[in-house]
């Protein structure tokens, strides 16, 4: 019986190929490998643009698998402790990637630590505790009730040449703690929490992917917020905030 040399030769080249990527997956690191699949997730997006369901579920089984010794972090360093005890602790905020499609990064939360209350216009966003135990508040906007005015409220500039009207009725989304080891946190552009609050029970590390990132020059610009518990409309007891916008930057 002959045997093809040809046909051996490639087979023998697609076995070896084969063999070479499945090493080249075991070989890469987390961070690499969160990279190159973020990279495909929002090859084709925008500002407002979700990833699609497919590719959502792939960078979720990647973020899901990390933890803090994959970016190379511990409760014990420096980042995670309080120096000065008349102050709030200090948030370190470790930049990792940033392009105009995407941004990854790790926030280093020491214990009581509190990232306030913010929003992430028309961004698809990915949080994983990496180690430590947070509460997580988030809201989303109730829809068809605009912006309305009140004396409490003045006009924001948010730089772009308008104004935003301060107060508008927001609805919780979530309102829990996590610890870890836990699954990923995802918001959207007008659902999932699209506005949250970190508050830091434990030495927290997050790492955040953003897509796309905040960019000022597009609007896309990280806004603050007060929050005022508003329990009854016409009679129906509701469990919304009056959400009262503010630019001070996060220190």
């Not at 925008?46 to 990390?66: F, N």
């Not at 939360?109 to 209350?117: E, G, M, N, Y």
């Not at 989304?173 to 999932?192: E, H, Q, V």
């Not at 609050?197 to 796309?212: E, N, Y």
């Amino acid at each position: 019986m002959r045997i093809d040399k040809n046909v051996c030769e490639r087979r023998g080249r697609e076995y070896s190929d084969s063999k070479k990527n499945r090493r080249r997956q075991r070989m890469i690191s987390p961070v690499q490998r969160l990279y190159e699949t973020c990279k495909e997730t929002f090859a084709n997006c925008g500002p407002g643009v979700v990833p699609s369901a497919e590719k959502i579920e792939r960078l979720k089984e990647v973020l899901d698998t990390m933890a803090g010794a994959d970016v190379g972090l511990r409760p014990n360093m420096p980042y995670f402790k309080s120096i000065r005890y008349d102050r709030p602790p200090t948030i370190t905020y470790l930049h990792l990637h940033e392009c105009d499609k995407f941004s990854i990064g790790i926030f280093c939360l020491p214990p009581s630590a509190v990232i306030p209350l913010h929003d992430h216009p028309g961004m698809t966003v990915f949080s994983k505790l990496l180690f430590g135990e947070m509460h997580i508040k988030s809201y989303d906007w109730v829809d068809n009730l605009p912006a309305e005015p009140t004396p409490l409220a003045k006009p924001l500039d948010n730089g772009l040449g308008d104004s935003t009207t301060g107060i508008r009725l927001a609805k919780v989304k979530m309102n829990s703690a996590f610890r870890a080891p836990c699954k990923t946190s995802i918001l959207y552009p007008a659902d999932g929490g699209n506005m949250h609050c970190f508050t830091a029970k434990t030495a927290c590390a997050v790492l955040d992917v953003l897509g796309p990132p905040y960019c000022d020059p597009e609007g896309r610009h990280c806004q603050y917020y007060y929050d005022f518990p508003f329990s009854n409309i016409s009679g129906i007891l509701l469990v919304f905030f009056f959400v009262l916008a503010f630019n001070e930057a996060l220190v």
